[in-house]
């Protein structure tokens, strides 16, 4: 993989606000579940809407990331070989409980590989998907309630003893209940999945499995309990069932459109650590194989 040498540009809107909101996010060690306020995570999902020129709809979620981008699952902004003709995105934060539309989107890029797509705002919209001008309201969204997945730092760590797929790890995910409001659901058994490498002659680990009468939508983000995002529900190119793709996946996917695209969407350092964890990995797994 290649990584872009440019230096990021700054973010210097709402800093105060973001500092106090991020410092919050890492002395929270445990949610309630019975609460009634939602956990800050909560507000940086939306119900993604996806129109068709057939007139096939689609719905499901997606998670916010820097400056008004979203990753979701390459499987919703599909239709055959067709891409949306309209994306809206429909979000709430602590200020009102109902989902809201606020802007219109389109595809960025698409993995069907990895099952991954990044979508990117075009437009800001009323509550009603009308077109208008951003106002603080999406502003605030926006700058407040992104999320850095690279700040979580997991080992990278691709190949695990196939003999020990079964775990029990607390995961968190956004249900869409009453008032048409989001709030936080958990599920705790999960299945690790891997797929077989033919030039590594190993099984590589990239998901999790879940029961399929689980309730959750496509795109459906999930985390841990610090609010960390660990994995988003997808349809992959190496498992004929929806699966939990793992989140060192979706950096390579960033990372990989940092590098092709040069966007200036994540830390460059970040995807550099990244790179170099996962170099390091695969050396191991390469000597283990007798390359």
Sequence with gaps: ???ASEDLKPDLTHEGLKDKVLKNKKTQEKIDLSEEKPPNWVHSIGLLTVYFDDGTLKQGFGALLREGHFITTADLVQNAKDFPKNIYVKMQDDSAKPLICIAKLEVSALDTQKGLALLKTIDYTDEYCNIRDQSFYHKRIFDLYYLDIFAHRVPMIIAYNTDKVEMN???LFPLIKG???FSASSINKQKRLFYYDKK???NLFYAYGIARNFDVKMGNPFFDEKGNLIGIYTRTAYY???VIVHENIIKSFLCNLQADFKLYTW?????RIFQYNLIENMKDIVQDSGY
């Design 267 to 271: 830390n460059e350092r970040d995807c």
């Design 200 to 202: 590594l002659k190993r």
């Design 1 to 3: 993989m290649a990584f």
């Design 179 to 181: 008032y048409y409001t």
């Design 169 to 171: 790890k607390k995961m």
């Design 240 to 242: 004929n069932e929806p």
